[in-house]
């Protein structure tokens, strides 16, 4: 059973560009969750999804950034004219049944640069 | 709300040395109580969780952590330090929902 998967694992945008970054969870997970690890500190929660659902999107900045799980495909992290702020390590989480009683599995995450 | 505070950024043990690495949380209901572990480019993996069955919680890699009510903590040890063990820990509460609060994490180094 393969793990979470993301890709790509580096991304290098420049000021203004779109990111778009790619979660394939756990084979039989419907949960997934996207994280944000600043450096030197610990994982920020953006958004919770389930399949074509967002479920909570509490942690995501209101502009720029958008989520989706759709009923095919795997998950989207989009952020659109982005930053220099934006610069950090994305991670991808996947559970087969709600948190958080449940475990969530981790990809190795998305190191985004903004040039 | 939750929320929780991992006292000390760096912590260096010689290898066969006692690791300790201290975790203290805050959360206005009961708690669900994890340890991760980070290793250089690569995601988080869980040690160990803790959901209100025995307060001595034993995970992978020969670490344990100890649910302490009284002192709100949840220290992660091992009685004995690998050069393997030298990794990024993190701590993470969760009480209702499906958030998780990550602590800032601390980086253990483990000296031959």
């Known amino acids: 059973n393969a793990g979470v998967m993301q890709n790509p694992r580096h991304l290098v945008r420049r000021r203004g560009q779109e990111a778009r970054l790619r979660c394939s969870p756990m084979?039989?997970?419907?949960?997934v969750y996207w994280y944000r690890q600043l450096p030197e500190e610990g994982l920020k929660f953006m958004v919770y999804l389930q399949k074509e659902n967002i479920i909570d999107e509490s942690g995501m900045p209101k502009e720029r950034f958008s989520a989706e799980f759709p009923k095919e495909g795997p998950s989207i992290l989009r952020i659109q004219q982005v930053v220099r702020g934006d610069s950090a390590a994305y991670f991808c989480a996947s559970s087969q049944g709600a948190l958080p009683a449940d475990t969530q599995y981790f990809g190795p995450g998305t190191r985004l640069t903004v040039l | 709300a939750q929320s929780v505070t991992q006292l000390g950024s760096h912590v260096s043990v010689s290898e066969g040395a006692l690791v300790l690495l201290r975790c203290n949380y805050s959360s206005s209901v009961p708690p669900y109580l994890f340890w991760y572990v980070q290793y250089p480019n690569q995601g988080l993996q869980l040690l160990l969780k803790y959901t209100s069955a025995a307060t001595l919680v034993k995970g992978i890699n020969g670490f344990e952590a100890e649910f302490k009510k009284s002192e709100t903590s949840f220290h992660l040890t091992k009685p004995s330090a690998h050069m393997r063990d030298a990794a990024e820990y993190f701590c993470?509460?969760?009480?209702?929902?499906?958030?998780?609060?990550f602590g800032t994490g601390t980086s253990l180094t483990v000296i031959p």
């Open positions: 993470a509460v969760s009480a209702t929902g499906n958030q998780f609060y």
């Open positions: 084979k039989g997970h419907s949960h």
